[in-house]
């Protein structure tokens, strides 16, 4: 599936999606701590340290993900891939700039629908491209609905 | 609807919209006029001095809305609101990324699909708080509508 001539576009992929995704949680990690621990905790939310681990998990495998369309897709297949993977990234920086920037609950769980549907969109989109690189995004949809669910648990709650 | 005390946060909505707002567009001019001039266009396609003042007045439209919904809102009403207009402006830059920058139509249409409906939510979410700030948005949802029709026709041409 890959070869030594992969590496540099991977390399470049998996940046970048660290990179966006991380640059959200830099901006708004350091007023968003305190906020976030006086929030009533659903019993099943993980301790903060998971977090940052899952996340660069994941941002790797949607940057391989990405990267593998971008080879093996043509035409509009790859295009319409290709934005929808932008859409969904944009509506994850909009949901921690919302949540954790903006302290918005009820905000975070409009985005987070938002985000979960064009994930959904995406993971299709990838399937008609390389089924490697949709399979490679379920774990990310696990996730995001995972934080859906604790995010309408922390709306409930507070 | 507005005293002389709604003069800072007014301005600053509104400076703060029409800055994310025009930041896409900056970014991915230099590269992109000579793609789009290459495009088929719709018959109906607009002349290319329109955008500029259109997207001002709207961006413009959308700072205002933001502040009356700000300032007007309470609660998880004003929370979901403002998490939706955060949300459909993601989308929003994402969609001249993709279109513009990634010169990427399919990608494009799919993005503004996504935009279109995170409006009409937003609009549904502002009416609960400002009629007035609801009213505001209209016009950018009409414009988002005929921009979506004409992403399509690009589509279909090219």
């Known amino acids: 599936m ?3 001539d992969d590496l540099p576009g991977l ?3 998996v940046l970048v999606c660290e990179a966006v995704g991380a640059a959200p949680a830099l901006v708004t990690a350091t007023g968003s701590g305190s906020w976030y621990a006086t929030l009533v905790r ?3 939310a993980p301790p903060n340290w998971v977090f940052g681990p899952v996340w660069t998990t994941l941002f790797f495998l949607l940057g391989v993900a990405a990267y593998l369309v971008l080879r093996d897709g043509r035409g509009r297949e790859r295009e319409l891939a290709f934005g929808l993977f932008v859409a969904q990234y ?3 920086v909009a949901w921690t700039l919302v949540f954790f920037g903006g302290e918005n609950i009820a905000g975070g769980l409009a985005v987070i629908a938002g985000l ?3 994930i959904v969109a995406t993971i299709a989109a990838f399937s008609r491209v390389n089924r490697t ?3 490679l995004l379920v774990p990310y949809l696990a996730w995001v609905s995972f934080a859906a669910f604790l995010n309408y648990e922390f709306y409930r709650l507070n």
Do not use: E, G, Y
Request: zero cysteines.
């Open 42 to 44: 659903p019993a099943f």
């Open 116 to 118: 979960w549907a064009l």
């Open 11 to 13: 390399a470049l992929a």
């Open 90 to 92: 944009a509506l994850n």
């Open 2 to 4: 890959f070869s030594r």
């Open 133 to 135: 690189a949709a399979i």
